[in-house]
């Protein structure tokens, strides 16, 4: 923030990239953003509240120096998490709601493990107020912040989709279809396509295990197992998994561990 407020760089195009700890392990709060919850009587939770209280205080200034320096209005501002709520360290998600109707936590393919909330600021092209629910994945980041930076080249070899034409309401190129894949406690994959979400769990120890199957416009909270209803989705689920799937000694060494 302190180079943002340089008066040689507020005329140059510039990439800001944020990563916050909070409220990741170890949760620690500053004293304070603890004082409003000396109340609570759970170290956890009142960490907890002081870890979010700490987020949104220093997002805050971020947001307050783009205004000072006149540049609110012509630059993008993207907030996200990089995985659903943890149980660590004292965490309690359920306490909090944190995942609401979603299944599963932080390591989990299901809902809750790998959909979390994005929002995107940049009022001079993105319509406020605005949703969508065009579904996109880290991958797609990259070609999204290069295409908003007017970087005319192609770069091969990138699974990733510019979701630019979302956020200034055009129309929007969709992934075939969203894959997973998760290494520790024994090994999942899930692939996204459309309505339809297929997981596969124990994959080290059994590569064709069953393949869990829920449809996600009527059944957002993965409950009802699908996967005997519609056994040809199921076998695209699988063609798909084994499609995307890498095989590499970093994968190998990973499942010897488990």
Not at 33 to 48: T, W
Not at 60 to 76: C, I, P, R, S, V
Not at 176 to 185: D, K, M, S
């Amino acid at each position: 923030i302190s180079r943002l407020k340089e008066k040689r760089n507020q005329s140059k195009p510039f990439f800001l990239n944020v990563w916050t700890h909070e409220p990741h392990l170890p949760i620690e709060s500053s004293p304070e953003f603890m004082k409003p919850y000396a109340e609570i009587e759970d170290e956890g939770i009142r960490q907890h509240h002081g870890n979010v209280t700490q987020i949104d205080h220093a997002f805050g200034n971020l947001m307050k120096a783009l205004d000072q320096m006149g540049l609110n209005e012509n630059t993008f501002v993207f907030f996200t998490s990089d995985n659903g709520p943890h149980k660590e360290g004292g965490a309690d998600p359920d306490y909090f709601d944190s995942n609401g109707p979603l299944k599963g936590y932080k390591r989990d393919l299901y809902e809750g493990g790998i959909r979390v909330p994005m929002m995107a600021y940049w009022p001079s092209k993105i319509q406020p107020g605005s949703t969508s629910n065009h579904p996109s994945a880290f991958w797609d980041f990259f070609p999204t912040a290069i295409e908003i930076a007017g970087v005319k080249k192609e770069f091969a070899g990138i699974d990733g989709i510019s979701f630019l034409p979302t956020l200034v309401g055009k129309e929007q190129k969709s992934h075939p279809y969203l894959y997973w894949e998760f290494l520790e406690r024994g090994g999942r994959q899930a692939v996204l396509m459309n309505q339809w979400k297929g997981i596969r769990l124990n994959m080290a120890k059994n590569p064709d295990a069953p393949i869990e199957l829920y449809r996600l416009t009527d059944d957002i909270g993965e409950e009802n197992n699908l996967a005997q209803e519609y056994p040809q989705i199921v076998k695209k689920m699988d063609r798909l998994m084994k499609e995307a799937h890498v095989n590499s000694e970093i994968f190998s060494f990973e499942y010897e561990k488990n």
